[in-house]
C-alpha cells in the first residue's frame, strides 16, 4: 500500500508569490494535519483536516489556508511568501482525530522563498 | 499552553553504549507522548508510544515510559548501532488542544563506529 505521498518534492519561489502544497493520505485515512519544520526545529503544527472540516489551526497567519477534498486528499495554500516561509512542509495521515493515533508522515516538500 | 522539551543535541556515541535522550513535557490534559525518528534525507517514522500513565512504549530496542509524576518521557536503548544515527523527537497529543501533535526541538544522535 502506498503511504502518504506530497507534491512537488522541491519548489522554488519569490517573496511575494503564492504556492500550493499538495498531500494524499494512506488509502482509509480521513484525517490530514499539515506540519512546517524549519531546518534544525521540530515540526509546528499548522492545520488539521478531519472529514473536510477543519478540527485544529496553529499559531499561524491567514497568509496560510487549507482545504480537504472528499476523497481526503488536501492542500495547503501559503500566499504572499516570505522568506521566513523557507521551510519542510509535512503532512500527516492518520484514521481518526484521537489522540492516542499513530500520525503517519509524508516525505515533505521542500519550500525555498528567495 | 503545552510544550515540550528535549534536551540539546548532539549526543555522539561509540557503538554499543547506552543511550539516554531526556524529554519532559507541560500539558493541560492527559496526553498521549510520541518518539518519532527521522533518518537522514527522509521523512518523521513514530519510534514508540504511550498513551496514559505507567505505559512503556518499545520498538527496535528503544524503549521510553509515561511518568506522570515527573512529566517525563526519556527514550533509551542500551546498546546503540550506527544505523540509529538520525534525529529524535519527543512529541505529544493532548485532545484538550485541539488534537495538534506538539513536537520537542529534535535531538541530534550520531553513533561511532
Known amino acids: 500500500d502506498a503511504g502518504v505521498t506530497q507534491s512537488p518534492t522541491h519548489l522554488i519561489k519569490t517573496r511575494g508569490q503564492q504556492v500550493t502544497l499538495r498531500c494524499s493520505p494512506i488509502?482509509?485515512?480521513?484525517?490530514v494535519s499539515w506540519y512546517q519544520q524549519v531546518l534544525g526545529q521540530g515540526p509546528q503544527f499548522i492545520f488539521q483536516y478531519y472529514e473536510k472540516e477543519e478540527r485544529g489551526r496553529g499559531n499561524f497567519p491567514d497568509r496560510f489556508s487549507a482545504r480537504q477534498f472528499p476523497n481526503y486528499s488536501s492542500e495547503l495554500n501559503v500566499n504572499a511568501l516570505l522568506l521566513g516561509d523557507s521551510a519542510l512542509y509535512l503532512c500527516?495521515?492518520?484514521?481518526?482525530?484521537?489522540?492516542?493515533?499513530?500520525?503517519?508522515f509524508g516525505p515533505g516538500t521542500r519550500l525555498t522563498v528567495l | 499552553g503545552n510544550s515540550v522539551t528535549q534536551m540539546e543535541g548532539p549526543v555522539t556515541l561509540s557503538e554499543e553504549a547506552f543511550l539516554t535522550i531526556n524529554c519532559t513535557y507541560t500539558a493541560t490534559g492527559y496526553p498521549s507522548l510520541f518518539w518519532y525518528v527521522q533518518y537522514p534525507g527522509e521523512g518523521l517514522q513514530l519510534l514508540l508510544k504511550a498513551t496514559k500513565a505507567d505505559d512503556k512504549g518499545s520498538n527496535k530496542g528503544f524503549e521510553a515510559t509515561y511518568r506522570k509524576e515527573t512529566t517525563s518521557f526519556h527514550l533509551e536503548k542500551g546498546s546503540v548501532q550506527v544505523s540509529d544515527s538520525a534525529v529524535y523527537f519527543c512529541a505529544l497529543t493532548d485532545p484538550t488542544g485541539g488534537f495538534k501533535t506538539i513536537f520537542g526541538a529534535g535531538t541530534r544522535l550520531f553513533v561511532k563506529a
Open positions: 500527516a495521515s492518520s484514521g481518526t482525530t484521537g489522540s492516542y493515533n499513530e500520525q503517519f
Open positions: 488509502s482509509g485515512h480521513k484525517s
